[in-house]
Structure formats: C-alpha cells, structure tokens
T-cell receptor
Framework: AQTVTQSQPEMSVQEAETVTLSCTYD???????LFWYKQPPSRQMILVIR??????QNATENRFSVNFQKAAKSFSLKISDSQLGDAAMYFC???????????FGEGTQLTVNP | NAGVMQNPRHLVRRRGQEARLRCSPM?????VYWYRQLPEEGLKFMVY????????ESGMPKERFSAEFPKEGPSILRIQQVVRGDSAAYFC???????????????FGSGTQLSVL
C-alpha cells in the first residue's frame, strides 16, 4: 500500500525567509502524481503545487517550488520569501495516475513569524 | 462557476442520531470523492462515486456509513447512529474526469465539521 510521510509536525519561519517542508512516500508504481495542499484555519483545501512523476523538471508556482527526487521517493516543498498568509497546515499527497484516491501525509503546521 | 459546495458547514449531533452531509460538485463534474479528517490527522479516503454508481468504497467503515450520488441533486454521505469517534471534518472533492486528467482537475469543498455530543 502507498504511504506518505511528513516527518515535521511543526515548522516555523521568519517573514521573508525561505522554508522547506519534507515529504517522503512509498510506492511500487512508476506513474503517479504528487501534490502539496495548504489548509488554512478556514479548513479549505488549496492546491499549492502538483508534480507528475514522469516529468524530471521540478514544478514551480511563483514562490513555491518542489525538489522531486524520484529514486529517493522524496518530494519537498520550498517556500521562498515567506509571507504571513502562508501560515497554515501543509499536506503532501500521492495518487496513482490511473487511480482515484489520494493518500495524504499527516501534515506540517507552518508558522510564519513577523 | 461556483466551487464545490458542502453543507452544512457545521453539524452537531447527539450520540445515536443520524448525520447527513451534502456535497454539490462543480458544474459539469460527475465524479465525487469523500474524505474524512480526524483531529490532528491528514485526510483519509472514504468513497468514490459517479452519478448513480459507487465506484470505490474501500475506505468506508463497514457499518453505519453510506454514500450516494443520485442522477439529480447533491451527493449525500449518511452516518447512522453516530458515535463520538465520528467527530471529524468531512471533505468532498469533485472532478469532471477520471484517471490522469482527474488529477489535474480535482477541487475540494470547504468541508463539514461534524461534532457528536
């Protein structure tokens, strides 16, 4: 069974600094998607960034980028120039390309200090 | 185009009562997924439905839980005889596609927080 592990229950960063959130996963599949979702106190699940496993190039969305290491099954999220609005719970998630069910990690609570 | 709508946003039930959670997918979306988030945990898959069909219910508890997605109207997650352990946030997500394309067009609702007294 696929598993997703986020080893950092909590992280903090100073405003305008850079922070990296870690995620590892376990799968025997070769074709899959990985995601980072943001969940602010409003509880809304907001897609931050998405990576297809067959793409070697790391995905980037403005201040958010990933370091995808397929052989190591690692998928970390880097947030540059952190803003107060980035404070939230961040979830890493996995899905097989042909599948329908996302597997989520336990989450990392990010605090941004002014 | 409104997003995925879930209601109620908060639902309080006493032990033994029934809870009915509703999810209206985005317009044109015929694939609906339900997830449960227990306190301090990540989301866990419950069930995947298409119109009038349950496709994958491998994450649903065997008893007291059921889901439907009728031809007309919202998808309903029903929990009978609720217990305190059912207290959680329940999320719905929808997509217009299945497979690879679904992973690029998946949208979540804001969830229903169920509290069982």
């Amino acid at each position: 069974a696929q598993t997703v592990t986020q080893s950092q229950p909590e992280m903090s960063v100073q405003e305008a600094e850079t922070v990296t959130l870690s995620c590892t996963y376990d799968t025997s599949e070769s074709d899959y998607y990985l995601f980072w979702y943001k969940q602010p106190p409003s509880r809304q699940m907001i897609l931050v960034i998405r990576q297809e496993a067959y793409k070697q190039q790391n995905a980037t969305e403005n201040r958010f980028s990933v370091n995808f290491q397929k052989a190591a099954k690692s998928f970390s999220l880097k947030i540059s120039d952190s803003q107060l609005g980035d404070a939230a719970m961040y979830f890493c998630a996995y899905v097989e390309t042909s599948g329908s069910r996302l597997t989520f990690g336990e989450g990392t609570q990010l605090t941004v200090n002014p | 185009n409104a997003g995925v709508m879930q209601n109620p946003r908060h639902l309080v039930r006493r032990r033994g009562q029934e809870a009915r959670l509703r999810c209206s997918p985005m317009k044109g979306h015929s694939h609906v997924y339900w997830y449960r988030q227990l306190p301090e945990e990540g989301l866990k898959f419950m069930v995947y439905l298409q119109k009038e069909n349950i496709i994958d219910e491998s994450g649903m508890p065997k008893e007291r839980f059921s889901a439907e997605f009728p031809k007309e109207g919202p998808s309903i997650l029903r929990i009978q005889q609720v217990v305190r352990g059912d207290s959680a946030a329940y999320f719905c997500a929808s997509s217009p596609f299945v497979g690879r394309q679904a992973n690029e067009k998946l949208f979540f609702g804001s969830g229903t927080q169920l509290s069982v007294l």
